[in-house]
């Protein structure tokens, strides 16, 4: 694999990072997915956009143009021959030297690294046609998931806790409502009713929500921002994620729970295959 480093693509064996970086040592550092289908970048402005809110609400200079990303992704996709598949980026306040807990100073270069990953067949997915089983974990993650960083170890902690239940993915709950899941937004149905956590400093802000909304209004579909309970969903007609990896999921189980009937529901399949058509 080519990847790249500050500038440079390189071989994989080839690229590193100093052990002194920020990110490295602090999880001084924010990153994007942005998924590829047939050769082609989805929803690249989207996550762009993302990118450069997270890099100034943490106050890290941003060393490359949109421009220069872009054509930094469309590289890697060429050179890696990607056809479907997701690249991976991050940018961290850089190598200031020794640690400390005060920012370097701002004149510290970055640093930037991205790679892509070859997922052959990724919007035939086999899970979308079964859909997902999830449990509900609590919500211990610090208090900015507005802003796209790399702590994510309780994430983690929350798909191994998924894991070892059977279970594809974690619900995170807090105040008795869910805020997201472990690395998607969540979403339940009622009748034409998508409902699903307003925007705020608890949950990042998906781009693919935001996508999924847009189409979903524009299919007249009602859309409730609000959150809602673990009883709620378990109730409730359908119920699904949306990620830039996993485009629309739909989840059939809540904690043991059977969602409707235990298929996927007709509304998240037309939302996924309305969002596949649109993106790609
Ligand atoms: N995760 N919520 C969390 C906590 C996430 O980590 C993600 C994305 C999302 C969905 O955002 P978007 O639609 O912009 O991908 C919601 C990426 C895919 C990841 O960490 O791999």
Do not use: C
């Amino acid at each position: 694999r080519t990847v790249y480093v500050n500038g440079a693509y390189l071989p994989e064996d080839q690229a590193t990072v100093s052990i002194f970086d920020r990110g490295f040592v602090m999880a001084d550092a924010v990153y994007e997915v942005v998924s590829v289908l047939d050769g082609k970048l989805i929803d690249f402005d989207g996550h762009q956009a993302r990118l450069t809110r997270s890099l100034d609400a943490l106050e890290i200079g941003n060393p490359l143009s949109d421009a220069e990303y872009l054509a930094m992704f469309r590289e890697l996709v060429s050179r890696n021959e990607i056809t479907d598949g997701m690249i991976y980026l991050q940018v961290t306040r850089g190598n200031p030297g020794d640690r400390d807990f005060a920012y370097p100073d701002p004149d510290t270069p970055q640093t930037v690294v991205a790679f892509t990953q070859a997922k052959p067949g990724l919007a035939d997915s086999p899970a979308a046609r079964t859909g997902w089983k999830v449990i509900t974990v609590p919500d211990e993650r610090w208090g900015r998931r507005d802003i796209k960083t790399t702590q994510l170890l309780y994430p983690s902690m929350a798909k191994m806790a998924a894991k070892a239940q059977g279970a594809d993915d974690a619900w995170l709950v807090e105040d008795g409502k869910i805020t997201e899941g472990t690395s998607n937004n969540a979403y339940i149905v009622k009748g034409n009713r998508i409902i699903t956590r307003e925007l705020s400093h608890d949950i990042l802000h998906g781009i693919t929500r935001a996508a999924v909304l847009r189409l979903a209004r524009e299919s007249q579909m009602q859309v409730e921002e609000r959150g809602f309970s673990v009883e709620e969903a378990q109730q409730a007609d359908e119920a699904f994620v949306t990620s830039a990896s996993a485009f629309v999921m739909p989840v059939v189980e809540i904690d043991g729970a059977a969602i409707g009937d235990g298929a996927v529901g007709t509304v998240a399949a037309r939302l996924r295959e309305i969002y596949l058509d649109e993106m790609r």
